[in-house]
């Protein structure tokens, strides 16, 4: 439709938005997913391996999201949500436990953190 505006004819414009496949997004969680299992083999620093787990969680949050909206389900969502809730609990009491241990020692690796000793 065609409206006017001071002697002139406008065309309203529909956006249309490209919606990209669900496949592209557990492509990509199953990458992230995988990048942070090898780091997690194969790193020994703990806070490279802390945050190598927080990636895996994200690559699990994202297939959540990813399956939620294909399904158009909010549960999968609220799920999110809540997964991400705990999560950034554990990331300041993960964070702050693996600072400490690496400031009284600095070249600790995780074989060495096995043994928690006073």
């Known amino acids: 439709m065609a409206e006017r505006c001071c002697g002139h004819r406008f065309r309203k414009r529909q956006l249309v938005i490209a919606a990209i496949e669900p496949t592209w997004y557990l492509l990509l969680a199953s990458v992230l ?21 927080e990636l895996m969680l994200n690559a699990a949050n994202l297939t959540f999201v990813a399956m939620a909206t294909q399904l158009g389900d909010i549960n999968g969502q609220t799920a999110v949500f809540f997964v991400l809730v705990v999560a950034a ?30």
């Open 33 to 53: 997913f995988a990048m942070g299992a090898v780091g997690l083999l194969v790193r020994r620093n703990p806070l490279i391996m802390f945050m190598c787990i």
């Open 89 to 118: 609990a554990e990331v300041v009491v993960g964070l702050g436990i693996i600072v400490s241990i690496l400031r009284r020692s600095p070249g600790a690796t995780a074989d060495d953190l096995a043994e928690l000793k006073g």
